[in-house]
Nanobody, 121 residues
Framework: QVQLVESGGGLVQPGGSLRLSCAASGSILRVNDMAWYRQAPGKERDLVARITSAHYTNYADSVKGRFTISRDSAKNTIYLQMNSLKPEDTAVYYC???????????????WGQGTLVTVSS
């Protein structure tokens, strides 16, 4: 079993900051790409930021310059530092990872349960 557990969501005022965390646990040999997605009410789930095992990153245009994704590979954990938050950032944020469980196994895509971020005054 492999689990992704997110934390750090909550209510914040516009212009404020939050830091999300996502830790992978279980039977893991290696974790490849990890990413944050978000889904606002009535909308599709979209990529927010991705980080590779080599720590290369890419971001959605809407969050560039405001959000930073980082990774602690020793802990199989990623973070999303969110600054200058806007009401349109309100969504459930999901962690995603490609996990290798055994040397010959294909990458397994795993999702977290989601954490709600609400940006409102």
């Amino acid at each position: 079993q492999v689990q992704l557990v997110e934390s750090g969501g909550g209510l914040v005022q516009p212009g404020g900051s939050l830091r999300l965390s996502c830790a992978a646990s279980g039977s893991i040999l290696r974790v490849n790409d990890m990413a944050w997605y978000r889904q606002a009410p009535g909308k599709e789930r979209d990529l927010v930021a991705r980080i590779t095992s080599a720590h290369y990153t890419n971001y959605a245009d809407s969050v560039k310059g405001r959000f930073t994704i980082s990774r602690d590979s020793a802990k199989n954990t990623i973070y999303l530092q969110m600054n200058s938050l806007k009401p349109e950032d309100t969504a459930v944020y999901y962690c995603n990872a490609g996990v290798i469980r055994t040397p010959l196994a294909p990458s397994l895509e795993v999702w977290g349960q989601g954490t709600l971020v609400t940006v409102s005054s």
